[in-house]
T-cell receptor
């Protein structure tokens, strides 16, 4: 069964550093998403991406965040200058059509 | 009012029990509804979509009441492996359409022998 994959599984970084989280969505899916979950809190939408552009973004997704689909398989989330409050689990998701989305295993980001 | 509201639980039930979870949502324009399950420190996994006519998948039955903006999930014959957090999810209307999912905080289920 096809799966969304994410790397790395855990990333530790210092405040102010840039991080890039990587995702490989399911191959025939056209819609891509990033969500985050702070420990003990609910899953929050960050951004959706379709046809090589952002289709929706939340208030959390400010100028420090960017997404890219650099090639036909990868989908990345970049945080330019990490803050302590960026520490969270970041989930990539994909879907063939808008609707039920399939999530990757997540990257745990720890900012120290 | 929270966009998606759920009873956090926990629901502690014996194996074989029937358990029901409820959820309400605030945006009457929401078009799609889902139940996801999430195990501790894992990703949300799509359990089932929820349709107005109600739908069943094995031991799981989901119902939607659009007039009351209410979604339910019934689990029959609970198994130990059903222990998880169940997330009520609706799609949210934004400038890009209905692409984003809005999650409830989840209801925790613990099934014991």
């Amino acid at each position: 069964e096809p799966e969304v994959t994410q790397t790395p599984s855990h990333q530790v970084t210092q405040m102010g550093q840039e991080v890039i989280l990587r995702c490989v969505p399911i191959s025939n899916h056209l819609y891509f998403y990033w969500y985050r979950q702070i420990l003990g809190q609910k899953v929050e939408f960050l951004v959706s991406f379709y046809n090589n552009e952002i289709s929706e973004k939340s208030e959390i997704f400010d100028d420090q965040f960017s997404v890219e689909r650099p090639d036909g398989s990868n989908f990345t989330l970049k945080i330019r200058s990490t803050k302590l409050e960026d520490s969270a689990m970041y989930f990539c998701a994909s879907s063939r059509i808008p609707g039920g989305q399939y999530f990757g295993p997540g990257t745990r980001l720890t900012v120290t | 009012r929270k966009e998606v509201e759920q009873d956090p639980g926990p629901f502690n039930v014996p194996e074989g029990a029937t358990v029901a979870f409820n959820c309400t949502y605030s945006n009457s324009a929401s078009q799609s509804f889902f139940w996801y399950r999430q195990d501790c420190r894992k990703e949300p996994k799509l359990l089932m979509s929820v349709y107005s006519s109600g739908n069943e998948d094995g031991r799981f039955t989901a119902q939607l009441n659009r007039a009351s903006q209410y979604i339910s999930l019934l689990i029959r014959d609970s198994k130990l492996s059903d222990s998880a957090t169940y997330l009520c999810v609706v799609n949210g209307r934004g400038t890009g359409g209905y692409n984003k999912l809005i999650f409830g905080a989840g209801t925790r289920l613990a099934v014991h022998p």
